[in-house]
């Protein structure tokens, strides 16, 4: 069973910084591509980073230069390091992984910047 468990949101204040991972099981980690979404209320779930098999990476240009997403194939473990935070990068975040075409998510973390 495929299993993506999303950790390290909480509130912090606009310029601070957040650590987001994602421990994922039941699936091998390594050769997918990876990302993470978020969504806020009322809108659709968007890309804010993505890590290819290879270790390409790619951002939404709203978090460019913030953000930095990286994983750790010895822990099944993606991540998501967050900084300079602004209030509009609250959202609910998403881990994800694809395999053979499917899509597994994780439970989602919340993010709350202050202003």
């Known amino acids: 069973q495929v299993r993506l468990v999303d950790s390290g949101g909480g509130m912090v204040q606009a310029g601070g910084s957040l650590r987001l991972s994602c421990l994922v099981s039941?699936?091998?980690?390594?050769?997918?591509?990876m990302g993470w979404y978020r969504q806020a209320p009322g809108k659709q779930r968007d890309l804010v980073a993505g890590?290819?098999?290879?270790?390409?990476?790619n951002y939404a240009d709203s978090v460019k230069g913030r953000f930095t997403i990286s994983r750790d194939s010895a822990k099944n473990t993606l991540y998501l390091q967050m900084n300079s935070l602004e209030p509009e990068d609250t959202a609910v975040y998403y881990c994800?992984?694809?395999?053979?075409?499917?899509?597994?998510w994780g439970q989602g973390t919340q993010v709350t910047v202050s202003s």
């Open positions: 994800n992984i694809q395999r053979f075409g499917t899509n597994y």
């Open positions: 890590i290819t098999p290879g270790g390409v990476t």
């Open positions: 039941g699936i091998i980690f390594s050769g997918k591509p």
